[in-house]
C-alpha cells in the first residue's frame, strides 16, 4: 500500500510540472500567433481615430495611467520601455498619415498589460450616449469566451451522450431536425458539427431563374431596402455608415475625412445609374449556419477586420450603434451581372470564427491585444491564378461560406 502510496505521489509530481510548461507553451505559441498576425494589418489611422470617444471610463483609465507611470518613474524604471516592441519597418503603402506617428503606433505593444490603460473604444447607445450596462458589457471577454466554446464545439461527444445533449440544444433553439440531411443526432461526432449541418437540397430549392436572387442565409431578414445617402439600416431606425463599414479601399479614391457617406456610396457603383440595395440577415442559434452565393458573384477581394464579438441578437442590435461595426468581419468584394456586389459575414458571441472555403489563409478571432478598428488584412483574387484574371468565379447557390 505504502509503494502505491510513493507511485501515485510520483505521478502527480511530474504531472503538475508538465501540465504547468504545456500551460505556458500554449500561451507562449498563442502570443506570438498574435504578432505575426498584427504585423499582417494595414493600419488606417484616419479610420481608426472614429472608433474612439473621450468616455468616462477613458478619463478615468488615462488618470490611472498617469499616477502608474509616476510610480514606475519612482522606482527608476522607464514606463515607455513597457510598451514597446520591435516592429521591422514595412513600406509606405502600410499607412496613411504622419510617419512618425505611424512607427510609434506600430511599435506599441498592445498585448501587455499596459495596453488596458490605453482609451477605449466608443460603443454608445443607439442615440449616441453612454450607458454603465453596454460599458460593463462591452468589458466582457466575450473573445475568450468564445474560444473556450469553439474548444468545447470541437470535443467529441460520446455517442450514447449525443441524444440527450443534442436534443436540449435543438429544443431550447427550435432545431429542426427533419430539414437536415441526417436527421439522427447520433451522427453528429460533436457540438460544432450538429451547428453546421446541412440541410437537404430539396427543404431549400435554389432557383436558377436569372433574374432571381436567392437568399445567402437560411435566417430572419432584419433590413432590405436601397442604401440611402451611403447609410446602412442595422434595424429599423438604426442606421450605420457603409464607409465605415468597408474601411478605406483603391475603388474609393478618396480620403475618409473629405468624403461623405453618399459620396463613398456612389464611387462604388460600377454604373452610376444603378442603386446600392442592402439585406441584413440574422442567424439564430437554431438556424441553418451555412451561407450560399445569392447570385453569380465574381470575387475580386477579401477584407478581414478583426473586431468585436458582441451579440448579434436584434435587441441589442436595436440598442446599440454600429455593432456591425464594431464585430469582427470578413467582407468579399466583387461584381455580379449588375455591377458592385458585396457579401459580409459578421461573427458574433460563441461565433467567432468566420470560414471561407477557398480562402483557408483567412483565419478569424485571433486574441492579439487591444482591438485596432479599421486595421484590416486584405486578400486580392485577381491574382490567385492566371487563369482567373478577373477574380474567383462563385456560383448561384453555392455553398462557400459557413461559421
Known amino acids: 500500500a505504502m509503494l502505491k502510496a510513493k507511485s501515485n505521489n510520483s505521478f502527480f509530481f511530474l504531472l503538475y510540472p508538465t501540465l504547468l510548461y504545456m500551460s505556458f507553451q500554449y500561451w507562449g505559441q498563442g502570443r506570438e500567433r498574435a504578432s505575426n498576425f498584427r504585423d499582417t494589418l494595414t493600419r488606417d489611422l484616419e479610420v481608426e481615430k472614429t472608433f474612439y470617444a473621450e468616455t468616462t471610463l477613458s478619463s478615468i483609465m488615462k488618470k490611472t495611467k498617469y499616477i502608474y507611470y509616476q510610480f514606475l518613474n519612482m522606482i527608476g524604471l522607464d514606463p515607455l520601455k513597457f510598451a514597446e516592441r520591435d516592429v521591422k519597418d514595412t ?30 473604444r466608443a460603443v454608445l447607445t443607439s442615440d449616441g450616449t453612454e450607458h454603465f450596462g453596454l460599458t460593463a458589457y462591452s468589458k466582457l471577454p466575450l473573445r475568450l469566451l468564445s474560444k473556450a466554446f469553439g474548444v468545447l464545439g470541437n470535443t467529441p461527444v460520446p455517442v450514447f451522450l449525443r441524444n440527450p445533449i443534442y436534443g436540449a440544444y435543438g ?31 430539396d427543404v431549400r430549392p435554389i432557383d436558377m431563374n436569372p433574374k432571381a436572387v436567392v437568399s445567402p442565409a ?9 442604401c440611402k445617402n451611403g447609410l446602412i439600416e442595422q434595424v429599423k431606425g438604426v442606421d450605420y455608415s457603409l464607409k465605415r463599414f468597408f474601411g478605406r479601399w483603391e ?8 468624403t461623405s457617406d453618399a459620396q ?29 452565393s445569392p447570385a453569380d458573384f465574381t470575387i475580386t477581394s477579401r477584407r478581414h477586420y478583426p473586431g468585436d464579438l458582441f451579440s448579434v441578437n436584434p435587441k441589442l442590435a436595436s440598442f ?7 464585430n469582427e468581419r470578413a467582407t468579399f468584394f466583387g461584381e455580379w451581372t449588375h455591377g458592385f456586389m458585396s457579401y459580409c459575414a459578421v461573427g458574433a458571441t460563441n461565433v467567432g470564427s468566420i470560414i471561407f472555403h477557398y480562402d483557408p ?36 447557390g453555392e455553398n462557400a461560406w459557413r461559421v
Do not use: C
Open 361 to 396: 489563409e483567412m483565419v478569424t478571432n485571433i486574441n492579439s491585444g487591444r482591438i485596432l478598428y479599421g486595421a484590416h488584412a486584405d486578400k486580392d483574387f485577381t491574382l490567385i491564378d492566371p487563369r482567373l484574371p478577373d477574380g474567383l468565379p462563385v456560383e448561384k
Open 91 to 120: 513600406t509606405l503603402e502600410d499607412f496613411i498619415e504622419g510617419r512618425t506617428e505611424y512607427i510609434e503606433e506600430r511599435n506599441k505593444d498592445t498585448t501587455s498589460l499596459l495596453s488596458i490603460f490605453e482609451p477605449g
Open 171 to 201: 429544443s431550447a433553439f427550435g432545431v429542426k431536425m427533419e430539414e437536415a440531411i441526417e436527421p439522427d443526432m447520433r451522427f453528429y461526432p460533436s457540438l460544432n458539427s450538429f451547428f453546421r449541418r446541412a440541410i437537404r437540397p
Open 264 to 292: 463613398f456610396a456612389e464611387k462604388l457603383k460600377v454604373h452610376s445609374e444603378n442603386e446600392l440595395y442592402q439585406i441584413v440577415i440574422y442567424l439564430a442559434p437554431g438556424d441553418y449556419h451555412r451561407f450560399h
Open 218 to 226: 437560411d435566417g430572419k431578414v432584419l433590413h432590405f431596402g436601397k
Open 320 to 326: 446599440m450603434r454600429d455593432l456591425f461595426v464594431l
Open 251 to 258: 475603388e474609393t479614391g478618396f480620403t475618409m475625412q473629405k
